[in-house]
């Protein structure tokens, strides 16, 4: 049985775990004026819960909760973020270990040394299970050819702001659609995590990335240059259709340019679209992808 089908006991009861302790990091914390801009320390244990058993009985890494990417992933998520509260950090933390890596159950404490005279530190300790993160998964079709790098970067970011970024595809070199007289598009896909609904999800989300980055619409060429463009290409497993709008879920794209579904499908090459039944991998394999250039595209935070 693979170990992420498996469910877990709540973490007062007997069960298997991996602890990570005393993750000393730097951190940019707080919500006081002299805190804004300030690097200080913060302090992070990590009780993960796991079936061991499977992995002592076969002696085989894949079956056990492999602590260094999990590690690796805080790293990255408290390095590149700034965080008000101690509280949002431990349940980007706990998110992060349940949602990405598939933890069955998990502890985060995480203090700060010094933030309270008279004290050695000041600290949090959350407890979750994947129940506490039913949130809905969607995959974001991204594409800029306007300063597309700074742009691209700019928009994950944002992303990541907004919500809880799971992966991130490949960037690809794209020749343009429609109007052939401009730039080549750079273009990807996200997976992500929000609790948000689709239309609120536009609204909230990918309309103020557009306006921040200066997103200018031509009213009578939809293939006209563009600093950014994102649309949502899939939802959950879901087919919804936004009556007196063009706006449909999934986005007809997919089906119809390598461009949105090549990307998508290294993230989630198994995904059946929802209205054809076929695979993602197997979408991308019929289109027509001549022109199309994987690029070794480095962004500040990389997610494995």
Partial sequence: MDRREQTAPPMDSPIDSIEILNLRLRARIGF????????????????????????????DPADALNYKPISKAIIQLVSSRRFALLEKLAEEVACLAIGRFGAACVEVSVHKPGALRHSDSVGVRIARQPADYARNIAYIALGSNIAPEQNLRAAIALLRAWTTVLALSPVYRSPPQGDRQQADFLNMAVKLHTVRAPLEFKRR???????????????????????????????????LEYGGKPWRIPDPDIVRYAHVAVPLAELAPGYRHPQTGESLRKIAARLDANGMKKLDFDFDEKLD
């Fill in 32 to 59: 006081s004026p002299h805190e804004l801009d300030t690097w200080q320390d913060v302090v992070i244990n990590l009780r993960l819960g796991s079936i061991a058993r499977l992995a002592g009985e076969s002696d």
């Fill in 205 to 239: 989300v990918i309309d103020r990335i557009e306006t921040a980055l200066k997103r200018q619409r031509a009213p009578h060429n939809v293939n006209a240059p563009r600093s950014i463009d994102l649309d949502i290409a899939l939802w959950n497993e879901e087919a």
